[in-house]
């Protein structure tokens, strides 16, 4: 029985490593655990709580190991994602300025659209209203990203 045992460990192991360097649905993992866990149940009715234990102690290790041979061979940090966002968000400096300022639509807002004031185009929210690409338009809020403009008449 013990090879069975070992090779039903080692069956659940490797499904379970596979579900950490492929996700995807969850079975191999589902079934790697369901695997483990069966290991376990047959140590333990094979062997009494001592080989209970012990195949605990020995699928924990070998799970360890698993992860440490990934991690030596580069396999983990093909899966891993390392980039880091090194841009800043959105400058609200260059919005200084604008509130009162008119401006001539670029696109036609629906509500939101692009507006230019002296030579800069902005990206601005009408009031509500759909106003056409063309017309004349004021800021009357800036509340932190979002420019708010109304058509001049």
Request: glycine share 12%; charged share 15%; proline share 2%.
């Amino acid at each position: 029985m013990l090879p069975w045992i070992i090779i039903i460990g080692i069956i659940g192991l490797v499904l379970v490593f596979a579900e950490i360097l492929m996700p995807g649905f969850g079975i191999f993992g589902i079934l790697g655990g369901v695997t483990v866990v069966v290991t376990a149940v047959l140590a333990y009715f094979s062997y009494g709580i001592q080989g209970f234990l012990l195949a605990l102690v020995l699928l924990v290790v070998a799970f360890v190991a698993m992860i440490l041979f990934a991690k030596k061979t580069g396999m983990y940090n093909k899966v891993v994602l390392k980039d880091k966002l090194e841009t800043k968000d959105f400058d609200e400096s260059v919005l200084t300025g604008l509130m009162g300022m008119e401006g001539v639509t670029q696109t036609t807002l629906r509500p939101f659209g692009v507006a230019e004031f002296n030579g800069r185009n902005v990206d601005v929210c009408s009031s509500g209203d759909f106003i056409d690409r063309g017309k004349k338009v004021r800021v009357t809020q800036i509340s932190g990203k979002t420019v708010t403009v109304v058509e001049c008449e």
